[in-house]
């Protein structure tokens, strides 16, 4: 197995954990400590760091994802603020 399939199958990996844990964010009561949003961000930062580690030779669609995975941490950085605001658990 050479690196970028290793590469890409620990992406593949990532991504299908962040989603299942934001579907099962969705399809259960939030605890109070944000469990489900705080193994989605370790998986998006997982990702990232994959990305990172990844060759660059993907014709610029390793940055573009790298973007949408910092654009995704936001997201879910944002969310776990808004709950702490408002009483969301």
Do not use: C, W
Request: net charge negative; aromatic share 2%.
């Amino acid at each position: 197995m050479t690196h970028d399939t290793s590469t890409r199958r620990q992406f593949v990996a990532l991504s299908a954990t962040l989603v299942a844990a934001t579907t099962l964010a969705g399809a259960t009561p939030a605890a109070a400590e944000q469990g489900n949003m705080e193994d989605a961000l370790g998986a998006l930062q997982a990702a990232l760091n994959a990305l990172h580690r990844a060759t660059p030779n993907k014709g610029g669609h390793k940055e573009r994802a790298a973007q949408l995975v910092l654009q995704a941490i936001s997201e879910v950085e944002a969310g776990i603020a808004y709950a702490d605001e408002h009483g969301g658990g």
